[in-house]
């Protein structure tokens, strides 16, 4: 595939992964950020949120910002303003934009001049991209991944059945809804290449979320009470045993999906005991959950979380160490295909993998450009569309663009 322009009026996370996507595709990724007002922080307000070094001189990087950012270009632009709304429309018709993304609340799409009706006016052949918290019918909702995984019902069905409900450890909504506009910009750009037509997409967090309620909303209408679709904290609502054990110095995650890994597991010696013809069934089992657990947490304090796992790997059985982020970045399956960026004090950063292998980042070696600097590219962007450089600095003036 040609390597494409995406111009993205981004801030906060959702948005900026899915245009991260198009990095490790080799797409050219320009984000746009508003220009200074007031007293307020210029541009996305997550350049300043997580540890900075300030003797780099990198107040407008902060380590939040870097990771879904590598990679990218920025320009600065007052969309308040109709001559800032006249340089986006000349940015989309002359550099020219293959994809146009925004994820601002979309009562303010015309009123800031990035709607589908204007910017595809400039350029007949654009895809357009909005995501918000709910979606257009639902214009001024704000989206923040964990009011959504609430509303959604996530929490509810996340953490010890005993306890409080609980959030992710990452903020999957913001990363799924990312993942959604990534996959249906592809999907548009298939779409155009047999129409020769440009398309809108409206991507909802809440109904992405949503999407994933698969093995959760069906049961309200198969026989299930509204209580049994609650939490069951590490373990699994249909099938014994799944579940977090203990071991001599950690935990392990056992999965037993089916009879036949049932009796692979009491065929190994240590586990022999837990063998009776009442467990010999997945619903044997389930009647005794409790005691099941109780008794393989017992046996799995007599090994290693590597004893165990290696244990019954060997038996093809599902098993698996619980590993921090650290461990995560050194095991072998990943540390191999872990992206990185360089920082300016020459620090070399690691970055996660791209969710598939790409050419790009393989032909790059891995390693990507660091997070722009706010509105860096501005004025060779603008020079691109056919800016003069008077006409540049007669925007800086007027406060179009910083």
């Known amino acids: 595939m040609d390597k494409l322009t995406v111009l993205s009026l981004e801030q906060a996370l959702s948005l900026s992964y899915a245009t991260q996507r198009f990095v490790h595709l080799g ?29 780099a001189g990198e107040s407008d990087r902060h380590a939040y910002f870097v990771g879904p950012n590598v990679g990218k270009e920025a320009i600065s632009l007052n969309l308040k303003d109709e001559r800032g709304r006249e340089v986006l429309r000349r940015l989309v018709a002359e550099l020219p934009a293959d994809v146009f993304a925004c994820n601002t609340l979309p009562r303010r799409y015309e009123e800031l001049g990035i709607d589908y009706d204007t910017l595809r006016a400039a ?18 909702a704000p989206g923040y991944d964990p009011a959504l995984q609430a509303m959604t019902g996530y929490m509810d069905v996340t953490g010890d059945p005993e306890g ?49 309620l698969v093995t959760t909303i069906p049961l309200l209408d198969l026989g299930y009470d509204a209580s049994e679709v609650r939490r069951s904290g590490n373990e699994h609502r249909e099938f014994v045993p799944v579940n977090v054990y203990p071991t001599s110095d950690g935990h392990a995650y056992l999965a037993i999906g089916n009879d036949v890994q049932w009796a692979r597991l009491v065929a190994v010696d240590a586990f022999a005991p837990l063998g009776s013809p009442a467990r010999e069934t997945n619903e044997g089992r389930c009647g005794q959950r409790e005691s099941i657990h109780k008794e ?36 072998a399956p990943i540390r191999d295909v872990l992206l990185t960026t360089e920082a300016p004090d020459g620090r070399s ?5 791209p969710s598939v292998e790409q050419e790009h980042v393989v032909s790059c070696g891995r390693r990507l450009p660091y997070a722009p600097n706010y509105a860096q590219d501005t004025d060779s962007v603008l020079a691109e569309a056919g800016f003069a450089a008077g006409d540049i600095e007669g925007l800086k003036e007027a406060g179009i663009v910083a």
């Open 164 to 212: 409080p409900p609980m959030l992710c450890g990452v903020p999957f909504v913001d990363l799924k809804a990312g993942d959604e506009v990534f996959a249906n910009v592809c999907l548009a750009l298939a779409e155009k290449a047999q129409s020769g037509r440009g398309s809108r997409i409206d991507v909802s967090m809440a109904q992405a979320a949503a999407s994933w």
């Open 27 to 55: 797409w050219r990724v320009i984000r746009i950020e508003a220009t200074p007002t007031g007293k307020r922080l210029p541009g996305d307000p997550n350049r300043y949120v997580g540890k900075v070094d300030d003797e």
């Open 123 to 140: 350029n007949p052949g654009l895809i357009w991209a909005g995501l918000s918290a709910m979606g257009p019918d639902y214009p001024d």
């Open 296 to 331: 393989i947490g017992a046996i799995t304090r007599g090994f290693t979380t590597v004893e165990i796992v290696e244990l019954l790997a060997t038996k093809g059985l599902v098993v698996a160490p619980i590993r921090t982020v650290p461990q995560v970045c050194e095991t």
């Open 349 to 353: 950063v690691r970055l996660p993998p």
